[in-house]
Structures are given as structure tokens and as C-alpha cells.
């Protein structure tokens, strides 16, 4: 693969070649390589010139590079660009003499005698003038450079003239050469080699059918409840106990491997259920412990059975899973303490406002939406009220919220939190009416659930 300085090498390999047959047939004849312009002291009075006017991408090599990184950033490949290189070549002389159309049929016939710039070529080329500033690569690649006439009419033509040069017509000729392939040279990291891999097949893919939350459908999921999870196939193959040790002389695997003891995987948390049966599954949120709560956020999550497979060859072994499908459920919060009123101010006219402070048993994001819904216990014409949580601290996740409240009317209102679409319950009494998380604002400062 060349470098950057491939289209230079490919340019200064025509000219040398140019050079040299004209040297043979036209003696005093120059090659240049500068932009054709009347009043250019560097054109020659009698030679030819070559000039770069076009670049493109080559078709054939459009669409082989279309992906040189995984989704991740990392390195598949280096990138490359295959290029077209479009020439113009010119030619001066005394035009009484014919000296500009003896010229144009030397490059003409030179051209076809070397289609093809070997890599002898290039390699002449370069450590005769340019070996300091073209080492290119270009002499290396497998796939090598061809130069062939163009066909331009006598609108591309006058284009050509009246556009990038501006100057007058001259007897010219165009060429194309192709295909020049320059690789990228941005530095990633690449991953270390895979040493061994194996295949297992397992005809009992877990799948989960449906989550029930205290034995009822269609209830709310917060950490107080018991979930049933229901499917087929959620049994483990073997127990834990039963893992067969390894057979370290043959380093194999004295039995094919196995699903073992499932974790119940909701967001980023592994738990393990209490029950285990080939239909249902149990899980007991209330006996979560303080740390796997703090995995778990309030709204929509994500609930898998995970099972390990067993047994590993090596005891550095990466581990080996098989995941059930997905099955989403909302974890409403809970309200556990008696919501509080801070710097509580009376507006006049029967309105104050204040600072409310509310704990939840789920951890709480900064980034997530979080609404205190206030709303009165009264059965005339009761107020109510949606306000907006404040974080003090936006990269400590919470449990305790607050909520700036502003010109509530004075009374008892009962309390709701709504976390990015989950909402918290309310507490009822024998005859299913609403009790509680309360809170009297105005005449009592304080809270009562």
C-alpha cells in the first residue's frame, strides 16, 4: 500500500520516462511538470509539459473500504483510497518545423510501449532525483500503476483550457493514470489474537413468557413486591454442586457443558431468585441487599435470566452465558419517610411556598425525570399541583428529592413522585379511599403518612 506520496512518484515516473525517449528521438527537448500558463518563464520553448489536473476515486475501489472500525472505534483495517489521475500534457516547439506534433507522437508512442509503470520504474525514478522526498512505497504494491490515453471531446477540451488555465490553446493530449492506492496511517489499538475456540450447541433455550408481581397480573413492581417469573425451559441443567472437575492430564472437559444456577439480570444487577422451577421462577425484591438496590433505577427495566455454562477448561477461562429473551417491566418508587417542608413562607392570600423534601427506596439519577404531584384532600373544589425536582449535586446519584414549591394553597394534600414515567402509590384504608403519604401545608408544618 503506497503512502501520501504516491500521485508525486506517479508524476515524477512520467516525466522520467518522457525524458528519457525524448532525449533519444528530440534532443534539447525538456520535460516539466508546471502549470501551463503563457507567461510562465518555467514552460519550455521546445519540450513538453505535464500537468495534474484531476483526481477522482476509482469505481472499483469506491465501496472496498467502507468499514475500517467495529462500532466500538477499534481497528479492523487501515483505510485506503483508490485514485484516478487525469494528465494534460502540452507541447512547445517551432510550429513551422512541426516540432510540437513530433513531440506529441513520441509521448504518444512512448505511452503505449509503458503501459504499465513497473516497479524497476519507479525505483529508478526515485533514487535518481526524488529519493529524499518521494519514498512513496509506490514500487511495492502487488497491483501496479497503468497509464492509458483519454478520450476528451472538444467541449472537455475547451473546458479544461478556458477554466484552469485562462490562457491560450495549445496542442495537448490527456492520460489517465490508475490505480493509485493510499493508505491511512492513524494508530488504534488491536486486540490480542483469539487462542482457542470452541462450539457447543443446547437444546433447552430459556424463554420467558410473563412477569406476575404478588401473585396478581397487572400490579406495580417496587421493591416490596415478589415477582413470578413464568416461561419454559428456566430450569438449570445441573446443580452447582455437581460441577465436574477437570481432567487436567488431557486438559479436557470430562462432559459437555452445561447451563448451571440462573441470576436474574435487571439492568445492570445480577440477582439471585429464591425458587427455581423448569416453569417459574422467584424473586424476592424485599431481600435485596442495599447494594443491588443501588444498581436499579426507578422506570423501565429490563428483566433476563442469565445462566453461566459449566464447566470451564481453564480457570482463566472467560466466563460462558446463555441469556433468555428480554421482558420489560416498570419498578415504581416508594415513598418511605414522612415528607418534610423546609423554609416554608406564607405569600398572603392563603399561598405559601417552600422547599418539600421526600425520600424514595430507589437510588435516583440527575439525568432522569422526577415530578412531585401534590394533590388536596378536600371535596370541594380541590387544588392540585405539579412540581419539578432540583438536584443539589448533579453527579451524586440520591435517594432523598426536593421539590421547590411556590403559591400552594394552604391545606392537607396527598403526595405522589413520578420518576422518568413510574409512579409511586398511595396508601388506602378499609374503604379504599386515599390516605396517605400526606402532607398539611400552611396551618401544620410536617408530614403524616
Avoid at 477499534?74 to 513531440?103: R, S, W
Avoid at 446463555?322 to 418534610?340: D, G, K, Q
Wanted: with cysteine; aromatic share 8%; glycine share 4%.
Amino acid at each position: 500500500m503506497s503512502n501520501y506520496l504516491a500521485i508525486a512518484a506517479v508524476t515524477a515516473t512520467l516525466q522520467k520516462i518522457l525524458q528519457d525517449a525524448l532525449q533519444l528521438e528530440m534532443p534539447g527537448a525538456r520535460v516539466t511538470t508546471v502549470k501551463p500558463e503563457s507567461n510562465s518563464s518555467n514552460i519550455p520553448e521546445f519540450g513538453v509539459n505535464i500537468y495534474l489536473y484531476q483526481v477522482i476515486p476509482n469505481r472499483a475501489w469506491r465501496n472496498a473500504d467502507l468499514r475500517t472500525r467495529r462500532p466500538k472505534g477499534d481497528l479492523i483495517k487501515h483505510a485506503q483510497a483508490g485514485l484516478d489521475l487525469y494528465y494534460i500534457m502540452t507541447f512547445y516547439g517551432n510550429e513551422v518545423e512541426f516540432e510540437p506534433q513530433c513531440l506529441l507522437g513520441s509521448t504518444v508512442r512512448t505511452i503505449i510501449d509503458n503501459p504499465i509503470l513497473s516497479p524497476q520504474m519507479i525505483q529508478e525514478t526515485l533514487s535518481q532525483s526524488f529519493s529524499n522526498r518521494l519514498n512513496s512505497r509506490l514500487d511495492k504494491r502487488v497491483e501496479q500503476v497503468t497509464v492509458v490515453p483519454s478520450n476528451m471531446n472538444t467541449e472537455e477540451l475547451s473546458k479544461i483550457w478556458s477554466v484552469f488555465f485562462q490562457s491560450p490553446y495549445v496542442l495537448s493530449f490527456a492520460c489517465q493514470a490508475s490505480t493509485i492506492l493510499i493508505a491511512g496511517d492513524k494508530p488504534s489499538a488491536r486486540a490480542l489474537p483469539v487462542k482457542r475456540v470452541d462450539f457447543y450447541t443446547t437444546a433447552n433455550q430459556p424463554i420467558i413468557s410473563q412477569i406476575i408481581s404478588d401473585g396478581e397480573n397487572n400490579q406495580p413492581v417496587s421493591f416490596a413486591s415478589k415477582l413470578t417469573i413464568q416461561g419454559q425451559q428456566l430450569a438449570p441443567d445441573i446443580d452447582e454442586e455437581e460441577l465436574p472437575e477437570l481432567d487436567r492430564r488431557t486438559n479436557r472437559r470430562k462432559r459437555p457443558l452445561a447451563r448451571i444456577q440462573p441470576q436474574v439480570k435487571i439492568g445492570k444487577a445480577r440477582l439471585t431468585p429464591q425458587n427455581i422451577t423448569e416453569n417459574e421462577i422467584d424473586l424476592d425484591l424485599a431481600s435485596l441487599t442495599v447494594e443491588e438496590k443501588s444498581l436499579l433505577l426507578a422506570g423501565v427495566q429490563s428483566l433476563q435470566i442469565v445462566y453461566s455454562m459449566a464447566p470451564k477448561l481453564t480457570l482463566i477461562e472467560p466466563e460462558r452465558v446463555i441469556v433468555s429473551n428480554a421482558i420489560p417491566f416498570i419498578l415504581c418508587p416508594t415513598i418511605t419517610t414522612e415528607v418534610t417542608i423546609e423554609e416554608l413562607e406564607d405569600d398572603g392570600d392563603d399561598l405559601y411556598s417552600g422547599k418539600l423534601n421526600v425520600e424514595v427506596d430507589v437510588t435516583v439519577n440527575s439525568q432522569q425525570r422526577v415530578f412531585l404531584f401534590l394533590n388536596e384532600k378536600s371535596f370541594a373544589d380541590p387544588a392540585s399541583y405539579i412540581f419539578v425536582a432540583v438536584f443539589e449535586d448533579y453527579n451524586v446519584n440520591c435517594n432523598l428529592l426536593k421539590f421547590p414549591i411556590r403559591d400552594v394553597k394552604g391545606g392537607e394534600y396527598l403526595v405522589r413522585v413520578q420518576i422518568d414515567g413510574a409512579e409511586s402509590s398511595l396508601d388506602t384504608d378499609a374503604n379504599e379511599q386515599f390516605i396517605g403519604p400526606s402532607v398539611n401545608i400552611g396551618s401544620v408544618v410536617g408530614a403524616s403518612r
